[in-house]
């Protein structure tokens, strides 16, 4: 069936590189998202890449996408504070209205 | 406002009783879904909609009841409450299958 894995916290330090990874199981993906969760708020999309791309920047943002391993990565560079949330990794399947969800890494950044 | 809103944000009910948690998006969006999200499990949808009048069971759909009349509101009823539904209840709504899914707030169930 359809799984998405990811470890449950990461720990860094102020103007570090965050990486956050993922798993997932449906080779079938077409769409894989990262979403972020804010204490107390319902969670925003990030970025999002399509399974025929291998790599995405957006700003301090950079999307890994390895199909062959069925593992997705996001890194966030020159960490702040302000990055401290829960990030989700989804997929999502061609036809079908589900988008599965990880159990989400939660990223505690030291000042 | 525009957007997506839950209600209420918390709410404490007893085993048994129904409760009903509100969500109302403005972009008159087709699809909504509802998820639920517990500590190691992450987010599990529990119903979705298509448009109006089209509603559709998730992974955990037991216990719980949906309708969709207008396609700005999708309400999710909980009949008789068990412990196991104390959960956070995210809404969320998106244009396409695909697209981005705007999500709610949440609504902090507790049930005793």
């Known amino acids: 069936g359809e799984d998405v894995e990811q470890s449950l916290f990461l720990s860094v330090r102020e103007g570090d590189s965050s990486v956050i990874n993922c798993t997932y199981t449906?080779?079938?993906?077409?769409?894989l998202y990262w979403y972020k969760q804010e204490p107390g708020a319902g969670l925003q999309l990030l970025t999002y890449i399509f399974s025929n791309m291998d790599m995405k920047q957006d700003q301090r943002l950079t999307v890994l996408l390895n199909k062959k391993d069925k593992h997705l990565s996001l890194r966030i560079a020159d960490t702040q504070t302000g990055d401290s949330a829960i990030y989700f990794c989804?997929?999502?399947?061609?036809?079908?209205?589900?988008?599965?969800f990880g159990a989400g890494t939660r990223l505690f950044v030291k000042a | 406002d525009a957007g997506i809103t839950q209600s209420p944000r918390y709410k404490i009910t007893e085993t048994g009783r129904q409760v009903t948690l509100m969500c109302h998006q403005t972009?008159?969006?087709?699809?909504m879904f509802w998820y639920r999200q517990d500590l190691g499990h992450g987010l599990r949808l529990i119903y979705y909609s298509a448009a109006a009048d089209i509603t559709d069971k998730g992974e955990v759909p037991d216990g719980y009841v949906v309708s969709r009349s207008k396609t700005e509101n999708f309400p999710l009823t909980l009949e008789s409450a068990t412990r196991s539904q104390t959960s956070v209840y995210f809404c969320?709504?998106?244009?396409?299958?695909?697209?981005?899914?705007?999500f709610g707030q949440g609504t902090r169930l507790t049930v005793v």
């Open positions: 449906d080779s079938s993906s077409t769409y």
């Open positions: 989804a997929e999502s399947t061609p036809g079908g209205f589900k988008t599965i």
């Open positions: 972009w008159s969006h087709s699809y």
């Open positions: 969320a709504s998106s244009e396409g299958r695909q697209t981005e899914a705007f």
